[in-house]
T-cell receptor, first 112, second 110 residues
Framework: DGGITQSPKYLFRKEGQNVTLSCEQN?????MYWYRQDPGQGLRLIYY???????QKGDIAEGYSVSREKKESFPLTVTSAQKNPTAFYLC???????????FGQGTRLTVV | AQRVTQPEKLLSVFKGAPVELKCNYS??????LFWYVQYSRQRLQLLLR??SRESIKGFTADLNKGETSFHLKKPFAQEEDSAMYYC????????????FGTGTLLAVQP
């Protein structure tokens, strides 16, 4: 069953701890993206990757880090430097810039 | 810089009324424009893209390069159209990225 999977669905962490969100796709897509979705602010791009072993900062990369060691995986780490980490995080992938982007179901991160 | 603007946070119409969701963009190159939709408790999914020039679920969108707009239209709204709609832009540079507007919530009243 092809698709893009994010895990876990809900995540709770204490302030000051780093946390890693998983994103896996078996669609053989080159491009992968991480977004943050906050009420009234739409989807804001955190990081994106057009190919394995390469990634670029999006509009709100501060306090986040990523890796792209495998084509199918694009994990996002929310570091303690992120000032307001509580949010809904969405991962997406696409074949290329003209193609449809497929989205995961999202991870809701709560930092207490 | 790439930018997508959706001026309306909420658009409320009655069933059968025409719908127009506005989208304006800022980009110096040749962008690809998309509309995505998120129904309640479902994943964000593609509704249509300008390169396909197609009509999906009665919706159409025309790219107007002069006005840098990509408004989404439907002549007769249905209750099942109620959802969150996002306009998106993909750039054509070496490090092109896919960015979204802030979204418009469409509420179709019976």
């Amino acid at each position: 069953d092809g698709g893009i999977t994010q895990s876990p669905k809900y995540l709770f962490r204490k302030e000051g701890q780093n946390v890693t969100l998983s994103c896996e796709q078996n669609l053989n897509h080159d491009a992968m993206y991480w977004y943050r979705q906050d009420p009234g602010q739409g989807l804001r791009l955190i990081y994106y990757s057009q190919i394995v072993n390469d990634f670029q900062k999006g509009d709100i990369a501060e306090g986040y880090s990523v890796s792209r060691e495998k084509k199918e995986s694009f994990p996002l780490t929310v570091t303690s430097a992120q000032k307001n980490p509580t949010a809904f995080y969405l991962c997406a992938s696409s074949i290329d810039r003209e193609a449809e982007a497929f989205f995961g179901q999202g991870t809701r991160l709560t930092v207490v | 810089a790439q930018r997508v603007t959706q001026p309306e946070k909420l658009l409320s119409v009655f069933k059968g009324a025409p719908v127009e969701l506005k989208c304006n963009y800022s980009y110096s190159g040749s962008p690809e424009l998309f509309w995505y939709v998120q129904y309640s408790r479902q994943r964000l999914q593609l509704l249509l893209r300008h390169i396909s020039r197609e009509s999906i679920k009665g919706f159409t969108a025309d790219l107007n390069k002069g006005e840098t707009s990509f408004h989404l239209k439907k002549p007769f709204a249905q209750e099942e159209d109620s959802a969150m709609y996002y306009c998106a832009l993909s750039g054509d540079g070496a490090t092109n990225k896919l960015i979204f507007g802030t979204g418009t919530l469409l509420a179709v009243q019976p």
